[in-house]
């Protein structure tokens, strides 16, 4: 690609979690049955009117604002036409010329560098159906389930400035971030919560004009968009390179074969004929309300990143991986206050809990918040050790049993008691007389063994600190007189 730099557009589609479709009352849960979440309305059956749901309207006015956009006070629902075999009306009730939210921006963090990117539009618009593939005996069959038509979506196009495949990356998980904290959107793109079109074009470094551009329909992981886009930026600049144009169509990504194929010439906005839905009054909004909304907004990620990093004094590396998702950071939060120990929870949290939660192949907590801080406090007590703790965590996260009762049934404790501890390290002292004598000629190193015969007397429950006190005592009082005879 010497010479070309690429020029890259995104238009994220996401669902709304409202209980209910944008234009009627079906439900919108995953899973269902085919065919058994429709009305006539979703259908596009004869005499249906459309009704707006109001929440899926709080919802995009939130994320516009979350993303630093001008909320219209006017707006304007349109009919996009164009046939595709899941969409019974023939034609999808979007957002043309004046949407719901214009402007703003978000910033992108890529290699150390952060960028502005800016947004384009936020708009409403409902889903299409899903077309379902079959080969089997009988020959190639598609089967259709209409259940998505009509599902709430909002589509955020950002302008073309990102420059790479891993810029788009990390703007669509900074987008999918914002859409969580929100609680706008689940983010799912397994279930269908989250889906990208990219547009790409390549220019010659230093021109301002932009090349002709291809666009790739309905990518549905991190990982295929950039899959995708590093695979079209190859493919245009080996065309370039050799004097070919690139044509202006629209692709689909084949990620069995790793490859984008042809699916048509790339749509205008003519191509659709938008005009004005007859059936849907202007939506207009009032100020007032708009600034209820924008009132609800949540911290967003990156202002508590940055909390993480400058009032409870986390690394910025914590800071970034707790505040990946709000529950988890919820959770680190719920910790930290009730211990007292900010350092102390975020690496607990980022080692046992997430390596449990993991294995468990779930995203609920396996500890609950006030269990852990009860575990972290045992520790600090001195009740029991940290290597202790990790075990009755594990215990904890298998059976839900509180911190208390879990090292109560293991039956640990640590040792505490200087009297009682002095008592041991005699008795390790006394089993290993060799050990102690070179000790005393210069031997250092087998202080720690000496340790380990400590640690292993007492089944991991001796204080570290106090048998390393008690130890060091004894060992002073040896002289090498003393140790040889």
Same mark, same amino acid.
């Given at each position: 690609?010497?010479?070309?730099?690429?020029?890259?557009?995104?238009?994220?589609?996401?669902?709304?979690?409202?209980?209910?479709?944008?234009?009627?009352?079906?439900?919108?849960?995953?899973?269902?049955?085919?065919? +058994?979440?429709?009305?006539?309305?979703?259908?596009?059956?004869?005499?249906?009117?459309?009704?707006?749901?109001?929440?899926?309207?709080?919802?995009?006015?939130?994320?516009? #604002?979350?993303?630093?956009?001008?909320?219209?006070?006017?707006? =304007?629902?349109?009919?996009?036409?164009?046939?595709?075999?899941?969409?019974?009306?023939?034609?999808?009730?979007?957002? *043309?010329?004046?949407?719901?939210?214009?402007?703003?921006?978000?910033?992108?963090?890529? %290699?150390?560098?952060?960028?502005? =990117?800016?947004?384009?539009?936020?708009?409403?618009? #409902?889903?299409?159906?899903?077309?379902?593939?079959?080969?089997? &005996?009988?020959?190639?069959?598609?089967?259709?389930?209409?259940?998505?038509?009509?599902?709430?979506?909002?589509?955020?196009?950002?302008?073309?400035?990102?420059?790479?495949?891993?810029?788009?990356?990390?703007?669509?998980?900074?987008?999918?971030?914002?859409?969580?904290?929100?609680?706008?959107?689940?983010?799912?793109?397994?279930?269908?919560?989250?889906?990208?079109?990219?547009?790409?074009?390549?220019?010659?470094?230093?021109?301002?004009?932009?090349?002709?551009?291809?666009?790739?329909?309905?990518?549905?992981?991190?990982?295929?968009?950039?899959?995708?886009?590093?695979?079209?930026?190859?493919?245009?600049?080996?065309?370039?390179?050799?004097?070919?144009?690139?044509?202006?169509?629209?692709?689909?990504?084949?990620?069995?074969?790793?490859?984008? =194929?042809?699916?048509?010439?790339?749509?205008? &906005?003519?191509? $659709?004929? $938008?005009?004005?839905?007859?059936?849907?009054?202007?939506?207009?909004?009032?100020?007032?309300?708009?600034?209820?909304?924008?009132?609800?907004?949540?911290?967003?990620?990156?202002?508590?990143?940055?909390?993480?990093?400058?009032?409870?004094?986390?690394?910025?590396?914590?800071?970034?991986?707790?505040?990946?998702?709000?529950?988890?950071?919820? $959770? *680190? #939060?719920?910790?930290?206050?009730?211990?007292?120990?900010?350092?102390?929870?975020?690496?607990?949290?980022? +080692?046992?809990?997430?390596?449990?939660?993991?294995?468990?192949?779930?995203? #609920?907590?396996?500890?609950?918040?006030?269990?852990?801080?009860?575990?972290?406090?045992?520790?600090?007590?001195?009740?029991?050790? %940290?290597?202790?703790?990790?075990?009755?965590?594990?215990?904890?996260?298998?059976?839900?049993?509180?911190?208390?009762?879990?090292?109560?049934?293991?039956?640990?404790?640590?040792? +505490?008691?200087?009297?009682?501890?002095?008592?041991?390290?005699?008795?390790?002292?006394?089993?290993?007389?060799?050990?102690?004598?070179?000790?005393?000629? %210069?031997?250092?190193?087998?202080?720690?063994?000496?340790?380990?015969?400590?640690?292993?007397?007492?089944?991991?429950?001796?204080?570290?600190?106090? &048998?390393?006190?008690?130890?060091?005592?004894?060992?002073?009082?040896?002289?090498?007189?003393?140790?040889?005879?």
């Amino acid at each position: 690609m010497k010479g070309f730099e690429s020029v890259i557009g995104l238009e994220i589609h996401a669902q709304l979690l409202t209980r209910s479709k944008l234009f009627c009352g079906c439900g919108t849960g995953f899973g269902a049955e085919p065919n +058994t979440q429709v009305c006539p309305v979703c259908l596009g059956l004869p005499g249906a009117l459309p009704v707006l749901n109001r929440r899926a309207v709080e919802l995009a006015v939130l994320v516009g #604002e979350a993303l630093h956009a001008h909320t219209n006070t006017s707006s =304007v629902f349109a009919r996009k036409n164009y046939f595709y075999p899941d969409l019974p009306k023939n034609y999808q009730i979007s957002q *043309f010329d004046r949407p719901l939210c214009s402007g703003g921006h978000l910033y992108v963090s890529d %290699g150390g560098k952060r960028r502005r =990117v800016r947004v384009t539009r936020v708009h409403l618009e #409902e889903d299409a159906g899903k077309s379902v593939h079959l080969d089997d &005996a009988g020959g190639r069959r598609t089967l259709v389930d209409f259940n998505r038509c009509g599902v709430p979506l909002i589509e955020i196009v950002t302008e073309p400035e990102l420059r790479s495949p891993s810029e788009a990356h990390a703007l669509l998980k900074a987008l999918k971030q914002i859409l969580e904290y929100t609680g706008a959107s689940s983010g799912n793109m397994e279930e269908g919560g989250l889906r990208c079109d990219v547009n790409v074009s390549l220019r010659r470094v230093g021109e301002r004009a932009l090349g002709s551009k291809t666009e790739i329909k309905n990518l549905n992981s991190f990982r295929n968009v950039e899959r995708a886009l590093e695979y079209e930026i190859e493919r245009q600049a080996g065309l370039l390179a050799g004097g070919t144009a690139v044509l202006n169509e629209t692709l689909m990504w084949d990620a069995g074969r790793d490859r984008a =194929v042809s699916m048509r010439s790339k749509e205008e &906005a003519h191509d $659709y004929r $938008y005009f004005p839905e007859p059936d849907l009054l202007r939506l207009e909004l009032k100020g007032d309300w708009i600034d209820d909304v924008k009132s609800r907004l949540p911290e967003l990620p990156e202002a508590r990143e940055s909390r993480f990093v400058e009032s409870l004094g986390l690394p910025p590396y914590d800071a970034a991986v707790l505040c990946g998702r709000r529950a988890l950071a919820d $959770y *680190f #939060e719920e910790v930290a206050r009730l211990t007292g120990e900010p350092k102390s929870a975020s690496n607990w949290i980022m +080692t046992e809990v997430l390596r449990t939660a993991k294995e468990g192949a779930t995203d #609920e907590f396996p500890v609950t918040a006030a269990n852990l801080a009860d575990l972290l406090t045992l520790v600090r007590s001195g009740r029991i050790s %940290g290597k202790m703790a990790k075990d009755v965590f594990a215990r904890m996260a298998g059976t839900g049993e509180t911190a208390d009762d879990a090292v109560s049934r293991m039956g640990l404790r640590q040792v +505490t008691d200087v009297r009682e501890m002095r008592t041991i390290v005699d008795a390790v002292l006394s089993e290993n007389p060799k050990s102690v004598a070179d000790y005393a000629r %210069g031997k250092k190193k087998l202080f720690g063994f000496l340790m380990g015969r400590i640690m292993e007397k007492t089944a991991g429950q001796a204080s570290p600190t106090l &048998a390393e006190s008690v130890l060091r005592e004894r060992l002073e009082g040896v002289r090498e007189g003393d140790a040889n005879t």
